[in-house]
């Protein structure tokens, strides 16, 4: 039941959306994405964004204060979903964010798009093989974040083409689910860790970036920290460094093609926990809370992937 007026109060907020007119001050923009990466991933998005003025006043830090919406649908190898986000910028500097995301997913060689993780040899010594295994289609892979962002553009201060040396700051708290997996059960969304259980997860992200107002098409350079830290509180967790933050780091580069379109290059590096003398490459296919952190060096740092984003505005 609770599905269904989820649902319902969606449907009634994209009805809402849509009667807005343009002639209300309202911006509409409609773009298609498309990400794809060295590692065996793709997703195709389309986006449908409303932006529109609210609460603003003569002050400079209030005058272009909006709120906008934003509806995606994705579709990848291993999964499809659906997205709502709403941004609202009370003042220049603040952003208050909340949104959802409800989706499912199938396997196949190239991956698993959704399923369970489970540990096949328990009472064994040593660390345990895992099983991931899931039908198509056999449950709903739903989450719901909200938080803020703080964000500053030395600019502003400093006026000056040159200037715009960018800050961001994202802190937020995100509820993830899959309805396949009952209390406590580890599942895989997206050909993901597998590392996920029903639960709160917090999250931050750090954006430093300059944009270059001579370049005709590289028009940003950035980087990015990124965190993630369960906050599943799993009992003898501290075993397998279930509390350790994931952290991912990337160097960002933007490319404007043309007003229509866009690319944005990603290379990222991120952490995986340490096992000691384990080779990192031998952990793959083991069950992850079978396995023991090494608690004086817990993090070593691997290269992730590289990966381009790309945008066409088609409204």
Known sequence: MRRKHCMIT????????????ADDGVIFSTDLGLQVSSRPEAKLSITQSFIFPFMRFDSP???DNTIKAALTAELSPLSING???ITWTPIAFLQIIAGGKLG???????????????????????????????????????????????????AAVIPGDWNHLVFRSYQGINYRSFTGAAHGESWIF?????????????????LLGYQMPSSPILNTVGLMAEAEQYLYNTPGGDQWGDGL????????????????FSAALILQTRTRRNYGDSDY????GMFYQSMTIDKDDPYRLVFYRAAAVLTLKLH
Do not use: C
């Open 245 to 260: 933050g994931r952290w991912i780091f990337s160097a960002l580069f933007n490319f404007t093609i043309t007003r229509e």
């Open 61 to 63: 830090l209030t005058r």
């Open 104 to 154: 499912s997913g199938w396997n196949m060689p190239l991956g698993k798009g959704i399923g369970i993780n489970t540990d096949i040899e328990i009472g064994k010594s040593g660390p345990h093989k895992q099983s991931v295994t899931g039908e198509p289609f056999e449950g709903l892979f739903s989450s719901g974040w909200g938080g803020g962002v703080i964000q500053f553009d030395l």
């Open 190 to 206: 997206e050909n993901d860790d597998a590392e996920n259980r029903n639960g709160l997860v917090y999250s931050a992200n750090y």
């Open 83 to 85: 997205l709502a986000e």
């Open 281 to 284: 490459e031998n952990t793959k």
């Open 10 to 21: 969606g449907l009634i907020f994209f009805i809402a959306l849509s009667s807005i007119r």
